[in-house]
């Protein structure tokens, strides 16, 4: 099992740039890696993957372009970038992660994913 631990969120003005982080904890396993968010009363919704492998992403039509998803293996640490936001991009951001065997997948479904983080809260003013 793998905790996640997120940080990195705040309240930012439209335009700036955040990064939120999510740290894996101690594990040798490989996984691939997600970013949700959700605003109260909508359902969650994906922003972002990456593969085990780190070489495949994939982006919501909404932040493609702006935000960008990395992972520094040696920290065991998965990244979120987040730049030109927007008050659309305000909500509670949740990583999450699943053991994944096929090097090359993402996923962008949350029923794809194993653990989760506990969520950081991104507020983007206008």
């Known amino acids: 099992q793998v905790q996640l631990v997120e940080s990195g969120g705040g309240l930012v003005q439209a335009g700036d740039s955040l990064r939120l982080s999510c740290a894996l904890g101690?594990?040798?396993?490989?996984?691939?890696m997600g970013w949700f968010r959700q605003t109260p009363g909508k359902e969650r919704e994906f922003v972002a993957a990456?593969?085990?492998?780190?070489?495949?992403?994939y982006y919501a039509d909404s932040v493609k372009g702006r935000f960008t998803i990395s992972r520094d293996n040696a920290k065991n640490t998965v990244y979120l970038q987040m730049s030109s936001l927007k008050p659309d991009d305000t909500a509670v951001y949740y990583c999450?992660?699943?053991?994944?065997?096929?090097?090359?997948?993402?996923?962008?479904?949350?029923?794809?994913?194993?653990?989760w983080g506990q969520g950081t809260q991104v507020t983007v003013s206008s």
């Open positions: 101690r594990t040798r396993s490989m996984y691939a």
């Open positions: 990456m593969s085990s492998s780190g070489d495949r992403t």
């Open positions: 999450a992660a699943t053991r994944s065997y096929r090097d090359h997948y993402y996923y962008t479904r949350g029923s794809d994913y194993d653990y």
